[in-house]
């Protein structure tokens, strides 16, 4: 067969897979081992646009070697996305029995880094919509590839900033198993640093100790965590109260001295309905107040920007949709994801992908081969759900 010949034929699903994870795309915190994701986005891209996909790249801000592609069949308002994230996580050196980056097929699994969470879903995604011709469509479907959702999400930032894509409904194809899930808890990351001053640990007037004031800082937070956990419950989560962690402290040097410096790193895993911006601000305003007539210096840091909770309403036409062909009630799961993102540009989504997260984030991750039939079958149904036959959004 001539290259031109394979050029024009769609690859096939294991190949397109295969082409995935061997294109390294780890995104990480450590620039060391930060590899960007432009060659997988350019690989999606030439195999949509030789099926007929419009496709368009979307370069990051402030990030020359990363993108996010947005790819369209068919036009016109509504639709339906189906999203995937590019990276992947970094893969722990000798810890594999296979070579993260040589899809494996063994044990009816494929292995490989990105095989579950999720390079293998947006193959599955292009697989299912090989079946449909843009003709047919009433409402669009479109294909959105993101970049550093395992760090920053500077890709999904980067889309809502767009405003693109536009469209009636999402799934992000994360890793649950086949089960839908329309909820996740938010997460908050803070350093509290406390700066006093120093002195002789003979007499207690010559300092102003931070850390006896971090001992206050400990007395509220705790005090605010259980107030937080009697006012907020949600039972479809497993820990069904927003928790906070306290989770790094670091002050002092010596017995003998007074400590001048003081820091603390919490986690606040707010539930939805909890607006990051607001537990911030409730934060800072007890931190300050319990310490108001304290002298010490307060700084507060966000250790990330933080990432808000989802909540797709459970009378959405697309958690009903993935339940009665899933067979599963949406559920609420620990993990964060893109999907609060989707909402805010108001495209109600689910997450509702193939692999487990059980196999996410672990040497020799894998994809049961026994996920792809019924995935691609429930992708078609979507498709024609919600592209072929979209629902009547007038009545
Ligand atoms: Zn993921």
């Not at 958690?319 to 899933?326: I, P, S």
Request: glycine share 8%; aromatic share 4%.
């Amino acid at each position: 067969m001539s290259i031109i010949n394979r050029m024009q034929k769609p690859p096939n699903l294991l190949d397109m897979i295969k082409a995935l994870i061997s294109t390294p795309s780890v995104s990480s915190v450590n620039p060391a081992l930060d590899q960007g994701n432009l060659s997988v986005i350019s690989l999606l891209a030439n195999w949509l646009s030789g099926l007929g996909w419009q496709t368009e790249i979307l370069p990051i801000e402030n990030h020359p070697d990363k993108a996010n592609l947005i790819a369209t069949l068919g036009s016109g308002p509504g639709g339906l996305v189906l999203a995937g994230h590019t990276d992947t996580v970094p893969w722990d050196e000798g810890r594999w029995n296979h070579d993260p980056f040589k899809l494996t097929q063994a044990d009816g699994r494929l292995y490989g880094l990105g095989t579950a969470d999720m390079k293998a879903f947006l193959a599955l995604a292009i697989e299912a919509a090989c079946q449909f011709s843009p003709a047919q469509f009433r409402e669009p479907l479109i294909l959105v590839a993101t970049a550093d959702e395992e760090t920053s999400m500077s890709g999904a930032r980067a889309l809502v900033a767009a405003k693109r894509p536009q469209a009636r409904y999402a799934i992000i194809g994360e890793p649950t198993g086949l089960r839908p899930v329309r909820m996740h808890k938010g997460i908050l990351m803070e350093s509290i640093h406390l700066r006093g001053r120093s002195g002789h640990s003979s007499d207690p007037a010559l300092g102003n100790s931070a850390l006896e004031g971090m001992h206050t800082v400990l007395d509220t937070l705790t005090s605010w965590r259980r107030q937080l956990q009697a006012e907020n419950i949600n039972k479809l989560f497993r820990i069904p109260v927003p928790t906070l962690n306290l989770g790094h402290i670091h002050g002092g040097d010596n017995p003998n001295r007074i400590c001048a410096d003081c820091e603390l790193h919490i986690d606040l895993r707010p539930l939805p309905g909890m607006e990051l911006a607001e537990l911030r601000e409730i934060l800072h305003a007890r931190v300050t107040g319990a310490l108001e007539d304290s002298g010490l210096e307060i700084s507060f840091k966000a250790l990330a920007e933080g990432t808000p909770a989802m909540d797709t309403p459970a009378s959405s036409e697309i958690v009903r949709c993935t339940e009665a062909l899933t067979g599963y009630s949406a559920a609420a799961v620990a993990f964060g994801t893109e999907a609060p993102y989707f909402n805010q540009m108001g495209i109600n989504t689910v997450v509702l992908g193939p692999g487990d997260i059980d196999q996410a984030h672990q040497p020799d991750e894998f994809l049961d081969e026994a996920r792809i039939k019924p995935t691609l079958e429930l992708l078609r149904e979507l498709i024609q759900r919600f592209c072929v036959n979209p629902p009547d959004q007038t009545g």
